[in-house]
């Protein structure tokens, strides 16, 4: 029920989801009359889904304090049925904050780790990348990265399909020295792990659509608004492009020449084909599709949802982190936090 | 003598500043033998500019620490004539760390503000934008991100020609209770300082692009991946644009029915419309000129400086910098820097 083409976006989703993956069983939480009526209506949907009325619903704007109170949201619903084992996973399009303080409390963090982190994947010149924390954790210690590197490792392996991701952790520059304490422990503990061999080292903002790197590693304030800078970036260009093509007629007509190779760069650039970020780090499958998205944008988040769970992908990841030391030992290692006042930091 | 085209680059840029302000006095400091040579083949140059020799140069890949110890680079000389009065600022292409560490060292920080930081102008849906700390602090407190949010404030006014520049602090959402104590306790800060009225709030990274303020504040660690992380997309934008035009015939005729349009887009874009990075919060004018850029971009690197110089930027910061609370105040209350394991960080 949540987001901002709700449930129309999500139904239309899962009528493509039942195409892609006709064996796939949903199980639909929302407004029982609403959902049936839309379901009429989407034969493909309603042979893969079987709906569970919820009364509420979390509205987009409310705190996570207040939809952990409230009960019978359809959110907490489709939570509580990953938690009892009813269902792999949930997607959902709805209040991000909401799913992460649900996600956390109800399906609960797996043993191994210290903090689930949010992730998802974007484009490169040399394919898509995976980027995290984007905003789970706005403070991090070096152990906190060392646990995202290898959640982020497993994710790579599971949804991009490649077999041995690189990995680097973001920084104010390349070199060793650059940062402050918290990212320089983060690559010292990563260079002894399980993970060394595919430890590019530090990368910087540029390297990120570059694609320098398979796995971006950051705190999750700053990997925010890497995301939100990036794409505005985009925005901006597409916008500014719009103008282009518009501000005469023969830009008018070099635009309806250009157009078959504009739309593939339109195709490749699209959000809606990086629909999906995911929780990870919690006993199920958590996964947050764009609240403004429509029906091929949820069934893109629904397939990286499916890929998870086909993929073993907890299972991967806990298997990486029993190789880390005991979580107390890094953690103390972290206690000095303040950078140096020259730090350095290389403007090219 | 700095940059990957020294020092051709800054005497090609010296004969665009030449004409633009036929009344600057340039103190152009290097090689003599190379730039006596140089400037013999550049009239206008020649009359603005008299040359001290430098027997060093100051590596691009020199530490800070090292550039410290070298009392003969170009650099330090240039330098050394801010700290002396004898020139009113320095522009240089050359090793960023080495002229932040420089800059701090012999220029000297105002004895108002505890930490300088490096600004830029970069391009946006509504105009220019002002982005700081771009590096200078990997980790600050919230009085820092004040004392940036003043020397932004002036900057805007001085280079941008802003009568009431707005202002926004960077974050991970721009409700009030986003973020970590960190940012929360400077806007809390700036909501009681002289800076209020201009003060907008919270921002979010796809605001710096959209123009929503005509300041962002953040840390150096933020700011620098900021700062990239849209250089980078802007780069993957224009690299798959030129695929786009060169993919068939007709893309190629397209392109060149909407060039006129394109090449706007492009000078809009030009990264050398934007050079010049500023250390700010110094006793002087310290700019940093991109290490890649051309004579055009120098001369840009060359008009902020001249326009920090003419309009007094850093008599305006000091008197609004004497309106904020003692320093020690403000710091004390920075103390508690742990934000909450939920932090609701809002992805749409």
Redesign the interface.
Known sequence: MGGDNAPEAVLDGLEKVAERHPKARILLVGDEVRLGALLSRRPGAARICSLRHAPDAVPGDM??TAALRMRQSSMRIAIDAVAAGEAAGVVSAGN???L??LG?IVVKTLPEID?PA?AAIG???RGDVVLLD??????CDPRNLVEFAVMGDAFARVVLGLPEPSIGL?N?GSEE?K??DRVRQAAEMLRDSVLAANFHGFV???????GTVDVVV?D???G??????????????G???K???T??L??K??????????E??RD??DPRRYNG?VLIGLNGVVV?S???TDGVGFAHAVDVAMDMVKHRFNQRIREKLATLPPKGQALEASAG????????????
Not at 204 to 210: K, L, P, Q, S
Not at 224 to 237: C, Q, R
């Open positions: 705190k996570p991000t904050g909401a992460m303080a956390k903090r949010l484009p490169s010149a984007l905003g789970a954790n706005v403070t973001l104010v020295l940062g402050d910087e903002g540029h390297d990120i659509t570059a950051t999750g304030f700053t925010n608004i890497a995301l939100k800078t990036g794409e505005g970036a985009f925005k901006l260009m916008g500014l492009l103008q282009v093509f501000s005469s023969l830009a007509l070099g635009y309806l020449l250009a157009k078959p190779a504009l593939r760069l490749f650039m970020a947050k764009h609240g403004g936090e303040a950078g140096p006042a020259i730090s350095g930091a290389d403007l090219g």
